[in-house]
């Protein structure tokens, strides 16, 4: 049983900084590909971040380059997203998922999800 468990959501005010966090358990990750993606309401869902476990390869969204940063702890096989200056059009659910694809920006191509952190920018 694959499982992604994120965490870290909540309220935040505008320029404020959330670190998320998403744990991955039940198999080995060190040939995925971890990303981030996020849906506001009424919105499909969209890219945010990637990164490969060994490669480093590391790919953002126009929207979030500067601000975000996509990190991961092997040994604790756990990826991170600090976000920064964060704006009230980051509202969002983000969730955390994992592809073995060379394509990492589709959701689509991603065979694993978590259930999903609210992340709310507002004063």
């Known amino acids: 049983q694959v499982q992604l468990v994120e965490s870290g959501g909540g309220l935040v005010q505008p320029g404020g900084s959330l670190r998320l966090s998403c744990a991955a358990s039940g198999r080995t990750f060190s040939s995925y590909t971890m990303g981030w993606f996020r849906q506001a309401p009424g919105k499909e869902r969209e890219f945010v971040a990637a990164?490969?476990?060994?490669?480093?390869?590391?790919v953002y969204a126009d929207s979030v380059k500067g601000r975000f940063t996509i990190s991961r702890d092997n040994a604790k096989n756990t990826v991170y997203l600090q976000m920064n200056s964060l704006k009230p059009e980051d509202t969002a659910v983000y969730y955390c998922?994992?592809?073995?694809?060379?394509?990492?920006?589709?959701?689509?191509?991603?065979?694993?999800w978590g259930q999903g952190t609210q992340v709310t920018v507002s004063s």
């Open positions: 990164r490969s476990w060994r490669g480093g390869n590391i």
């Open positions: 998922a994992a592809t073995s694809a060379l394509t990492v920006t589709r959701a689509a191509t991603y065979d694993y």
